[in-house]
C-alpha cells in the first residue's frame, strides 16, 4: 500500500496548536453575577450533559411538558409556545420576523439597547418604524402613547420590560397593551431578564407575542429560548401574504417540531433538557414565592450598595431590580472595575452599553444570599483597590440586616 499521498506536503494546512481548557479557565470558577448568563442549578447542569434522539416519543414528552411549564411562567392558556436554538435575540427576531413584513407599521417604544434592537429588526423585516425614545419610561406619557398610535395606526407595537443594557423598568406593560389592543394593534414584549424574576401576565395583560431567554430568569443555559403567541398573533402569522424570508424562524415550520412530534431542523437537544428542568425548578418554587426571593435579594443588594456609598443609576420608580446598574465614583471606569473584580475575587459582573456604570444581575440562581455576600464583599473591595472611598463594612452589615428585615415581614 502507498502511504506517500498520506503524507502532509509543505501546503497543506496543518493542526493548529491550543490550549487545554483546563489551561485556559481560571482554577476557581467565576461566580458569574453579571446580566447574564447566570448560574445553574446541578439538576439543568446534570440535563445539559445527555442527548437523546431529537424526535421520537421521549422527545414528544419532553417538548409537552416544557410548553406546559411555560405556559404557566408565561402566565399564558395560548397553544402557541415554542423554542428556538438561538439566543434570546433569535426569539426576538422570531417574533418580529413572523408577525411584520414589507409595508406592516410598527411603533418601537424605544428606552435603550434592546427595545432599539427591536426596532432595528422590524425596519431589517421592511417595516415602517415609528420610534417613541423614552430614557426612563416612569416619564412616559401614555397621552403622548395613545396619540401616537392614533396618528400612525400600528399593526404591531414593541416594548422591553426590563431593559437590560441600562437596568430601566417598563413598570406599565399592562396599560400600555390596552391602549394598543383597543385600536388593534398586536403588542410584543421583550422579556429576556424578566421573565420569573418579576411578574409578566400575558394573557391579562393582552400581549401576543413574548419572548425569553433561558441563560436569565429561568437558570437553564444560553443558547435555547422560548416565545408565546397569542391566538391574534398566530392569526396574523397564517394569514401573511408571503413566506416569511427566514427559515430556521419560521414559526408555521417550527410548528412541526413544538406542536406536531415531527422534523424542523435537529434540536439542541442538552439544551431543551436544560431548560425543562429549569422550568421545573419554577414550578416547583412557584412564581408568587419565585417573586418575593428575587425582590427580597434584589431590594438586600440595592441597599447595601447605597449603604457602602456608592449609588444607583436609575431611579427608584423605573429601576430594574433584575439587573442593577450602579454609578462609578469619578476616574474609575467599569473595564477596571470588571476586571478587577474577576481577576482578584473570582465574581463576574458586567460593564454597560457606552453608560459609567456597572452592573449586577440579580436573576434566578444570582438571588441567593451566599452570593450576595460574597458579590458585595468583592464589588467594595475592588473599589478599595482601584481608589474609591466606599464603606465596605456599613454596606455588608446593611446587607445583612436588609434581608433579616424581609424574612420578618
Known amino acids: 500500500m502507498n502511504h506517500s499521498n498520506l503524507q502532509p506536503s509543505r501546503n497543506d494546512i496543518l493542526p493548529p496548536r491550543v490550549d487545554h481548557l483546563s489551561a485556559i479557565l481560571p482554577d476557581d470558577p467565576l461566580l458569574m453575577m453579571g446580566a447574564g448568563p447566570v448560574p445553574i442549578p446541578s439538576a439543568v447542569a446534570r440535563a445539559n450533559s445527555l442527548v437523546i434522539n431529537h424526535l421520537g416519543e421521549t422527545m414528544a414528552k419532553i417538548i409537552t411538558q416544557v410548553k406546559d411549564m411555560a ?23 422570531m417574533a418580529i420576523c413572523n408577525l411584520v413584513w414589507p409595508g406592516t ?28 425614545n423614552e430614557i426612563f419610561p416612569h416619564s412616559m406619557s401614555l397621552d403622548r402613547l395613545e396619540a401616537l ?32 389592543k383597543a385600536r388593534g394593534c398586536l403588542v410584543i414584549v421583550d422579556a429576556v431578564c424578566t421573565l420569573s424574576t418579576t411578574p409578566f401576565e400575558m394573557d391579562d395583560w393582552q400581549v401576543d407575542a413574548v419572548i425569553t431567554g433561558g441563560q436569565k430568569g429561568l437558570s437553564s443555559i444560553p443558547g435555547v429560548s422560548l416565545l408565546a403567541f397569542s391566538d391574534a398573533a398566530w392569526s396574523r402569522i397564517r394569514e401573511r401574504p408571503t413566506p416569511n424570508t427566514h427559515w430556521c424562524l419560521d414559526a408555521l415550520l417550527a410548528e412541526n417540531f413544538w406542536h406536531k412530534a415531527s ?38 443588594l440595592q441597599d447595601s450598595i447605597e449603604a457602602m456609598g456608592l449609588s444607583l443609576f436609575a431611579p427608584a420608580e423605573s429601576r430594574l431590580n433584575s439587573v442593577v446598574g450602579i454609578n462609578l465614583p469619578e476616574g474609575i471606569t467599569n473595564q477596571a472595575v470588571c476586571s478587577t473584580i474577576s481577576s482578584r475575587y473570582q465574581v463576574e459582573i458586567s460593564g454597560s452599553f457606552g453608560l459609567p456604570i456597572v452592573r449586577i444581575g440579580q436573576m434566578g440562581e444570582q438571588c441567593r444570599a451566599h452570593h450576595l455576600f460574597r458579590t458585595v464583599h468583592a464589588l467594595g473591595s475592588t473599589m478599595r483597590d482601584l481608589g474609591a472611598t466606599v464603606d465596605l463594612p456599613s454596606g455588608m452589615a446593611e446587607l445583612e440586616n436588609s434581608l433579616q428585615r424581609s424574612k420578618a415581614d
Open 149 to 180: 398610535l392614533d396618528e400612525h395606526r400600528p399593526h404591531c407595537l414593541t416594548l422591553v420590560q426590563g431593559e437590560t443594557s441600562n437596568t430601566t423598568f417598563n413598570n406599565d406593560v399592562k396599560n400600555i397593551a390596552r391602549l394598543a
Open 105 to 132: 407599521r410598527v411603533l418601537s417604544i424605544c428606552n435603550g439597547f434592546f427595545s432599539g434592537r427591536m426596532a432595528e429588526m422590524s425596519r431589517r423585516a421592511g417595516a415602517d418604524v415609528v420610534t417613541m
Open 263 to 300: 422534523y424542523h431542523y435537529t434540536a439542541p437537544v442538552s439544551g431543551v433538557l436544560a431548560l425543562h428542568e429549569a422550568l421545573r425548578l419554577v414550578c416547583e418554587e412557584t412564581l408568587p414565592v419565585r417573586f418575593a426571593r428575587h425582590l427580597r435579594c434584589s431590594t438586600a
Open 71 to 93: 405556559r404557566y411562567v408565561f402566565q399564558t392558556r395560548s397553544n402557541w409556545v415554542l423554542g428556538v436554538a438561538g439566543p434570546g435575540s433569535a426569539a426576538m427576531e
